[in-house]
């Protein structure tokens, strides 16, 4: 299945030419979870990210849905 997915913070970086406009679009099994998706996008450490679908943060065992967009956000700390 097709997954449009946005990416925030330095993740777009794995990406040459990525337009945070139009985002991504990959293809992900059916029944794929947010785990899955985060290894497609060679995200190994996912303490630092939170995916939102439909304006909930999922876990990572959560299923992706076919077509749903998908924002990929890398949390930010300072001081």
Do not use: W
């Not at 990525?18 to 450490?45: C, F, N, R, W």
């Not at 303490?47 to 949390?75: A, F, S, Y």
Request: a negative charge.
């Amino acid at each position: 299945m097709k997954v449009s997915v946005k990416l925030y913070g330095t993740l777009h970086q794995r990406f040459p030419g990525y337009q945070h406009s139009q985002g991504i679009e990959v293809e992900i099994p059916d029944g794929a979870t947010v785990k899955d998706l985060l290894a497609l996008l060679e995200i190994s450490d996912p303490k630092g990210i939170t995916v939102i679908m439909e304006g909930r943060v999922l876990k990572m065992g959560d299923t992706m849905q076919c077509g749903v967009p998908v924002n990929v956000l890398q949390t930010i700390h300072g001081g």
